[in-house]
């Protein structure tokens, strides 16, 4: 192997057949897909055709990228995909985890694992030795308790991935864990790992990754990590992390509040950085990371918690409770429990409300922590009728119950935590993200308040107008090919450049001096633009071609309902101008107006092989 | 007094949440800012309303303004 950066290799499991062997990738494909996301998109597209996402046959790809296993800004990421589950298209989650730096240290840059064990198993590689071993002792355990016992047997030298009770009862998403607190695959990643009776994936490395630079890699990133100290956000951001965005979130009407019905929470004070900072007992981080975000309380019940934005808005306000100890207790059960924090809010916020309009009789109400804790955990086991409802997610519960107006979800995947009432823009990277309703790959909602139109001469007597004008779109795939693209390929944690403002610059010339190959911007982007239309294909190709313009829609409740309090009262979206502002996307992206990449647009991104395929299922343009 | 209110890393800097600032006739947003929070011009994305709507750093307050200023963060 003369490449750099990457080894070229991929760990190949089969749990049917109890077999282990190493393929090896071809280095057109290390350089056309980068990693990461790129990698497991190219290898679902070329292996997990028409599957059933909890069937043995679908694959289950861990995938890493140049970035990890070295000393690069905040880049201990790692890539968890496979068909979803819960949507039935493209899935993949990112988190921090030991296990992306021993993946690679012991010689890999992936793993995929494929079939199903007869008895739960776990799998412990070390370097070139890889051993599948029982985990019945294991299995039911929760994933704190999992890590800790496979550290006893293991040594603590090693990186740990782990489902919990929810992976193993198949709720549609569960996540995969690591580090109590790190979690991975909202669409259900959880879930096709305890299908294949996996319970945990145990790594330790010891080889060294080659590096084309090793001089130049220690002198950029010495140098972006000390810009990351430096900068004038860093100490606040070292305080709150992501919390502090409770507050300016519920400032400007965009705080999911009673499975988003609202913007604005009464009790946000009370869930939000400021209190958490009262609260915090430790700070926990990902590997090479120096702004570490994962602020530790102790709950209500007195354990520790690690909580960020998006636990709280979506099991606090979203929920209805102002007791961030409370909303603590939910977000440690989802960690330990192996659920994916966003989607168990979003769920439960779903029957909340269906219980408060009549719909289903039982269960809790807003603002009612007991019986949201008792049907978290009923979720998680399975437990019970509506336990096993709200397991399947909220599209699958609206579908049954006839509750789609205010189902919140974009292709099955729950909405993360921005109310969009009145944001357009970020209701289009809802819309058009790769797996459904989530924020990671363009969070656009900060520009677009910031470059809200400000008209007359006086700026401060001019209201926010909700606009939809064409830089919305543009800047929406801006964002994707930078978030969802490029961080989610090297695969490095995007918040340094988010929140404390590290140079983009320094994200190409790291490449360069780990992989050795030169990549300009427009090499990043067409990168980006090609894992992106390979992501499209992928679900068109697994719905059948049966596809349209309506999959990438927000959900209803934004067009049919206003906000129900604060400055902008009553306002909601425009179905009509956001059907223009998705054509708009798709003119620019090279998609038609099914929202299906033209024949010309694979081409001119090097996926000639995708065409025939897609041909198989629908017509192109 | 222009009521201004400090968010996120504007109150860490400024060592306050909220300030009360008596000025003279009017005031750009930005020079006022400038004033309280130190390194206030090395924060690229900001919101910034004054009386509840939003605005640039080149609006002008006067005396009975309320001001609020937060730099944003994403929730991860």
Known sequence: MTMKGWWGRILRVDLTNNKVWVQEYPEEVAKKFIGGRGLAAWILWNEAKNVDPLGPENKLVFASGPFNGLPTPSGGK????????????????????MATVHLRKAGYDAIVVEGKAKKPVYLYIEDDNVSILSAEGLWGKGTFET???????????????????????????????????????????GAVMGSKKLKAVVIKGT???????????????QEAYNAILNSPGYPFWHRQGTMAAVEWTNENSALPTRNFSDGSFEFARSIDGYTMEGMKVKQRGCPYCNMPCGNVVLDAEGQESELDYENVALLGSNLGLGKL?????????????????????VSIAHVMEAVEKGILKDGPTFGDFKKAKELALDIAYRRGELGNLAAEGVKAMAEKLGTHDFAMHVKGLEVSGYNCFIYPAMALAYGTSSIGAHHKEAWVI???????????????????????????????????RLRGGLFEMLTACRLPWVEVGLSLDYYPKLLEAITGVKYTWDDLYAA??????????????????????????PPRRWFIEGLKSGPYKGQHLDEKKYDELLSEYYRLRGWDERGIPKKET???????????????????E | MVRIKLMGAFAHLAGARELEVKIDGKKKVDELLRELIPRYDEFKDKIIMINGKPARGDAEVEDTDELKVMPVLSGG
């Open chain 1, 528 to 553: 980006a633009d090609r894992v992106y239309a390979l992501i499209r294909a992928y679900w068109v190709r697994e719905y059948n071609g049966n596809w349209d313009r309506k999959m990438d829609y």
């Open chain 1, 207 to 221: 080889k060294e990754i080659p590096v084309a630079d090793k001089e130049k890699l220690r002198e950029l990133s």
């Open chain 1, 446 to 480: 900060a520009w677009e308040i910031g470059t809200a139109p400000i008209e007359g001469e006086k700026a401060k007597k001019v209201e926010y107008k909700i606009t939809y004008t064409p830089e919305k779109a543009a800047k929406v795939i801006e964002l994707q």
């Open chain 1, 147 to 189: 890590e800790r016992e496979l550290k006893k047997i293991h040594g603590k030298n090693v990186g740990v991935l782990s489902i919990g009770p929810a992976g193993e009862n198949l709720v549609k998403y569960a996540v995969v864990m690591s580090q109590e607190g790190r979690a991975a695959g909202r669409p259900g990643m």
């Open chain 1, 602 to 620: 694979l081409q001119k991104l090097g996926l000639e092989e995708v065409i025939p395929e897609l041909e198989k299922v629908t017509k192109l």
């Open chain 1, 325 to 345: 100890n409370e909303v603590s207790v939910l977000n440690r059960i989802a960690d330990d429990m192996g659920m994916d924090t966003i989607s168990l809010g």
């Open chain 1, 78 to 97: 790692m890539v968890v995909a496979a068909k979803s589950p819960l949507t039935g298209g493209y899935g993949d989650g990112n988190l921090g985890t």
